[in-house]
């Protein structure tokens, strides 16, 4: 009896240290998992550039309890994409803001999330060039939700798309004095908002390929 109770305990402890190393190894891959993704995040953000575009400068602001973005980019458009416009036809930008805070036991913690879409049009009969600004996609909301100015030429209404000044990307309140966070900057020409035919023509040239996007990481007092 002895050995059969003996054998019996054996086989149970085999059992519990068999469940212990699988939970344990679970347990490390939930770990591990997360802090690879931040290892690989940032080198990836910085590989999205794309010829005539790039962020020449982005920095953050405090300003009466809110956390304000400037930035500022070299656009250059393509022959083709100029052509469009010149001929009438509405180009769409898009430029995204989106804040995380670090976190070690896992995926960082979004903060924040803010957009900006433009609609740029060639106004034949006035001969005056129109942007459109609005929080969601022109396309969907309409231009009657959206801000409108008028430009006399092309570059000085590219000027506008260029720089983002004092725009308000979070609430101080969700900034933290004990934790790091990034913000990820992003700007595209915003294919999707094409006419529908022309979505697929474009969405395959390099000439309406206009992308980019940068990190910035930074800490309460705004240091990097």
């Not at 054998?7 to 997360?34: A, I, N, Y």
């Not at 020449?56 to 980019?73: C, N, T």
Request: charged content about 20%.
């Amino acid at each position: 009896m002895t050995v059969f109770i003996t054998h019996c305990w054996k086989s149970v402890q085999c059992k519990l240290d068999e469940v212990w190393r699988t939970s344990f190894g679970l347990r490390v891959l939930c770990l591990c998992v997360p802090l690879l993704a931040l290892l690989l995040g940032p080198a990836q953000a910085q590989t999205n550039n794309t010829p005539g575009l790039e962020v020449i400068e982005l920095r953050l602001e405090k300003s009466e309890g809110a956390l304000l973005m400037q930035s500022s980019l070299r656009l250059e458009l393509s022959p083709v994409v100029e052509d469009a416009l010149q001929k009438g036809m509405p180009i769409y930008f898009v430029t995204e803001a989106e804040i995380t805070s670090d976190r070690w036991y896992w995926y960082d913690k979004k903060i924040s999330a803010v957009a900006r879409h433009y609609r740029l049009a060639y106004q034949p009969l006035t001969r005056l060039w129109r942007l459109n600004v609005s929080r969601e996609p022109i396309g969907t909301v309409g231009l009657a939700s959206s801000l409108s100015q008028s430009f006399e030429t092309l570059p000085e209404a590219l000027t506008a798309i260029r720089r983002t000044v004092n725009w308000k990307v979070a609430d101080l309140s969700e900034i933290s004095s004990d934790n790091k966070y990034t913000l990820l900057f992003k700007f595209r020409l915003d294919v999707s908002q094409l006419a529908r035919p022309f979505q697929m023509t474009a969405g395959g040239n390099a000439d309406w390929n206009l992308a980019t996007q940068k990190t910035m990481r930074f800490t309460s007092d705004m240091g990097r």
